[in-house]
Each structure stands twice: as structure tokens, then as C-alpha cells.
């Protein structure tokens, strides 16, 4: 992939298109690294700016993201600062990966100012920078002190800098025409070097491309004109503003950058951030998992020792029999059974008397056998509770963000999890649903909407579907019998794929009306039983889910 300053140019071309004299309405910080702007201007637009090393890019979206309920202190104070300004002009710097947003506000005393916004794709040393209209810094997501050995000292208050770069700007015609001139074509080291904004990536397209019958040149200048915005998929994706025919793969193009980066980043982003919110969560549920598969091991094997009940008796009795025949020092009584004519070897305790022996044998008789019914209790409880704990695995799996906060709060609830001190007021997620032959589908992604969608929303003749014996999500279609064959593969593959069964094919999952769905007493209410289903089978797609999606 390749976020270079030939690609922040094609961005900020589509930025301007659309953003320019805009108010910015909304301000959102959706990690660490992540902003998000909504801006009102002749239609309501969104753009995302992130830093994130592995991520980084800026661009115009229209995907929904998950918003955290607390805002950090960098996003409060761009709020109070630059929330309601318009956005006057967007330009690059040369053609480096920083572009420089001019907003028009107001001070404190209500007098018209302009405030800068200042992005920097720059590697590891990536940030998002507020100035005032000296180019003094107000704040910036990362803080570089005077002191710590590096080009620029960015904290509040000290001057904003641009990077040094003496590079050329390959979009002064004469500067790179002399330079190409004078410079091998097979020299990507020196291109890099000494034309600023191209990526190696754009390097590699070039030399493949080039011909002894082509003028290198005008190739060069014709490439960084281009704009057929493509992702290539192969072992690994990447994406370009080239048609990039030097790389094998199955290739898709799109009309904008918006397109093409909400295609290929939103699944990459979303999923990593869910991985790094849900990390303590995954490696919690795990640790349960465990301990609860040990308990259950150590009961069974408690369990399988109180077979010999009527071993321990019968050698009381024996001991009690025969006692007068017992001498000091014996090691065992050695006599025949009575039950069974058959010869039996009694151990012995020499430090205790016969009678003692006999006590012995009849207190560990009575203690195995007032601990099964314990002992089956407890395998009872421990089943119970990994069965829930591998729903909720699997619940983590696929869960958004605001999901994997209902999951902490319902294991707090519970009392597995030690309660946090949350800040304001918690809001219920909103329950995925798709639109399909003007029918509603309602999709749970965990217990508290499982619970939700079948004994609140769904009416007692719609029809519910769940994978067969697998953890897996509650999946109602608001519509009674009879139910189109694409009604029912839908919902059916929506509850396979939503499920721990996501990556299996043939999976069978149960359909019925939701009036023959039961609550099982003694567990949650998302925990059903259910009768009178119908069996399909169904693969699970991928493409089928994405597809869905867009009906949203």
C-alpha cells in the first residue's frame, strides 16, 4: 500500500470538491490515532484523518464507525476551538505527505480569526497539529519535547515548522524534467532520494512500464497525472492511484478516493481496533474457559473415586468381623468375602487399633458419599458456565465496539469481572439490522441482543433462526410463514455466519416461529430451547455479508 504525497494530492483534490466552505459540526475521536469530522456544507459530508501506524490516511468516507461515549482531552479541546468554523482552503505542502486545512473562527472575544488544522502522514513521525493564525501551536495528539533529538519541537506554544525538505517537487515541470535527464531510469534509490511525494510502490509500476521505446519522461509525468484508483488482492493487498500492472492479483477499481479507501481500510481498521479494545476482554474469557474445562476434569475425577462407596463399607464390616483375629503390626486382614465367597485383602493402618480402622474406612465411606451430589452440582455449574463463557468467546469474535462494552458490562453484572467506574450515562447498541425483500431482519451480537430481538422486538409468529448446537447469534425475520426461499437462506446464513460456525461449510441451522422459543430457567434469558424447527444447510459467504451490509 502506498499513502504517498502523490496520493494525499488525488485526496485533497476530492476534499476540496466537497468540503470547501463547509462548517465542521462534529468532532470525534475514535482511538489514539483517529479523528472524525462531519462537516455541513451543500450536502452533510464526513472525512476521517488517521495516524495510525499501520493505517495511516485521510480521506472522505461514508462508513458508520463506532463513537466512544467518553471523548479524550485532544478532541474536547478541538472541539472548543475549532467546532462551527468553515473550512476556507485545503492545500499540500510542496508535495509531502501534510496538508494544511485554513478554518475561519472566532476568538474568545467573538472576532473573525483563522485557525490551522495540520495533518502529517509522516511515517513514524505521523501527527495532527492545531496552530493559531501565527502558525503557533495551540496542540497536537503528539508532543515532541526541545530536548529529545528531533528536527522539531512541537508542544503548545512553541512555532509550528514544516519539515525541512530539499527534495524536488515532481510537479515543477523543469526541475524534475532536468533531473530525469540526468539520472539512470533503474536507479530507484536515487528517486527516492531526490523527487519528494513518490513511493517506492509508484517506483516499481514506473520501471515496468518503461520501453526502450517509450520517452521515460513523459511516462513519469503521464503517471503522476493518473487516477484509476485500485486495490489489488493477492497474498498481500495493496492500493494505488496507478492501474498497476506489475503486480498479479484480482484487481478493483473504483471512481474516487473515498471509495477506495473505505473499501480497502473500514474491515482492516475496524477489525484492529476491535482486537486491541476486546484484547483484555479475549484474554479473560480465555482464562475462564480454561480453568472451567480443569474444574470440570478434577470433578470428574472426584466423581470417578466415589465408585468404590461399597468397597470402603464392606471393608468396615470385614474389619468389625474379624477383629479378634487382627494381631498388632498386621499390614492387611486377608479373609473371605461373605458376599462373594471370594478372597479379599483388607489394608491396614498399624498405628491403629482394629476398631479404629474399621472407623476409618466407614468416615471416608460417609464423606465420598454426602459429596456426590455436590460433586454433580458443581459439574452442572461448570458446564453451565463454559457453555456461556464459549458464547461469549464467540460473541468478542465478531462484535463492534459499543457491542464488546455491553459484553464487559453484562460480565461485571454478573460478577466475573470486577465492576469500572464508567462516566455517564450507558446507551444501549443498536441492533444490526438488514433490509432484504422489504422484510427486516434483526441480527443479536450478544446476550443482552439476543435477548432483545426474541423476547422483546420479534412478535410470537415471526420466525427465528440459530445455528444447531453451536454458539451463535439470535437471527429474527420480522414475517410470519410462509417465508420466500431468499428470506430463508439469508437469515439462515446470517445466523451461520454469525456464529462459532462461521468458517464451516454445511452448516445446519434450526428455523422455527418464535412462540415455540422457551427460556431455560436458572440461565439467561438469551439461553433458549426451542421445538417445532425446520433443518437447513447452509455456506456461509463472506461476499454474501458484505453485500448485505450495503442494505443496512
Known amino acids: ?177 532536468s533531473f530525469l535527464s540526468q539520472t539512470p531510469p533503474d536507479s530507484i534509490k536515487t528517486y527516492l532520494t531526490n523527487i519528494s511525494g513518490v513511493s517506492p510502490l509508484f517506483l516499481h509500476e514506473y520501471m515496468h512500464r518503461l520501453t526502450p521505446h517509450i520517452d521515460r519522461i513523459e511516462l513519469f509525468k503521464t503517471m503522476l497525472r493518473e487516477q484509476n484508483y485500485t486495490i489489488v488482492e493477492n497474498k498481500k493487498s495493496v492500493f494505488s492511484y496507478l492501474n498497476l500492472t506489475h503486480i498479479d492479483g484480482h484487481k478493483t477499481t473504483y471512481k474516487n478516493t473515498k471509495d477506495l479507501f473505505d473499501n480497502y481500510f473500514f474491515e482492516r481498521d475496524t477489525a484492529d481496533k476491535r482486537k486491541q479494545k476486546a484484547k483484555d476482554l479475549t484474554q479473560f474469557v480465555s482464562r475462564q474457559i480454561e480453568k472451567l474445562k480443569n474444574k470440570r476434569e478434577n470433578l470428574q475425577k472426584d466423581l470417578n473415586k466415589t465408585k468404590d462407596l461399597e468397597t470402603l463399607r464392606r471393608y468396615g464390616e470385614f474389619i468389625l468381623s474379624y477383629q479378634h483375629t487382627i494381631k498388632k503390626g498386621d499390614k492387611t486382614l486377608n479373609i473371605t468375602d461373605y458376599y462373594t465367597n471370594e478372597a479379599v485383602e483388607v ?143 439469508t437469515a439462515a446464513e446470517l445466523a451461520a455466519y454469525y456464529s462459532k460456525m462461521r468458517l464451516s461449510s454445511s452448516v445446519a441451522v434450526d428455523y422455527t416461529e418464535v412462540k415455540h422459543i422457551k427460556k431455560i430457567p436458572g440461565k439467561l434469558p438469551s439461553f433458549v430451547r426451542y421445538s417445532q424447527q425446520k433443518t437447513i444447510y447452509i455456506d456461509p459467504s463472506v461476499d454474501t455479508i458484505k453485500a448485505l451490509k450495503q442494505t443496512k
Open 1 to 177: 500500500m502506498s499513502f504517498d504525497g502523490i496520493m494525499l494530492r488525488n485526496v485533497i483534490k476530492d476534499l476540496k470538491k466537497t468540503l470547501l466552505d463547509g462548517r465542521l459540526t462534529k468532532i470525534y475521536q475514535l482511538s489514539e490515532y483517529d479523528l472524525l469530522f462531519q462537516v455541513r456544507g451543500q450536502k452533510n459530508s464526513t472525512f476521517l484523518m488517521s495516524i495510525s501506524p499501520q493505517y495511516t490516511r485521510m480521506h472522505l468516507t461514508a462508513n458508520t464507525y463506532d463513537k466512544p461515549q467518553h471523548p479524550p482531552m485532544f478532541c474536547m479541546f478541538l472541539r472548543k476551538h475549532i467546532e462551527g468554523s468553515r473550512i476556507e482552503n485545503i492545500e499540500q505542502h510542496n508535495n509531502d505527505r501534510i496538508a494544511t486545512f485554513t478554518l475561519k473562527t472566532t476568538n474568545d472575544l467573538g472576532d473573525l480569526t483563522h485557525k490551522y488544522l495540520i495533518y502529517e502522514a509522516l511515517g513514524k513521525d505521523a501527527n495532527i497539529i492545531l496552530t493559531d493564525e501565527n502558525y503557533k501551536i495551540l496542540d497536537a495528539i503528539k508532543h515532541t519535547g526541545p530536548f529529545e533529538q528531533h528536527e522539531r519541537t512541537i508542544i503548545p506554544s512553541a512555532d509550528y515548522r514544516y519539515p525541512t525538505d530539499t527534495r524536488i517537487n515532481p510537479y515543477e515541470t523543469e526541475k524534475l524534467t
Open 347 to 489: 489394608p491396614l493402618d498399624i498405628k491403629l487399633t482394629p476398631s479404629q480402622n474399621s472407623a476409618q474406612y466407614f468416615k471416608r465411606y460417609k464423606k465420598r458419599k454426602t459429596s456426590i451430589p455436590y460433586i454433580h452440582k458443581e459439574i452442572k455449574k461448570a458446564n453451565y458456565e463454559l457453555e456461556y463463557f464459549q458464547v461469549i468467546e464467540s460473541q468478542i469474535a465478531q462484535a463492534t465496539l459499543q457491542e464488546l462494552e455491553e459484553i464487559r458490562n453484562e460480565l461485571e453484572t454478573l460478577k466475573y469481572m470486577k465492576k469500572q467506574t464508567k462516566k455517564g450515562k450507558q446507551t444501549q447498541s443498536k441492533i444490526t439490522t438488514y433490509l432484504v425483500e422489504d422484510t427486516e431482519i434483526l441480527v443479536g451480537k450478544n446476550n443482552l441482543q439476543n435477548e432483545r430481538i426474541t423476547h422483546q422486538l420479534a412478535k410470537h409468529n415471526h420466525v427465528w433462526f440459530h445455528v444447531q448446537n453451536a454458539p451463535g447469534s439470535h437471527v429474527v425475520v420480522k414475517k410470519p410463514f410462509p417465508l420466500s426461499e431468499k428470506l430463508i437462506r
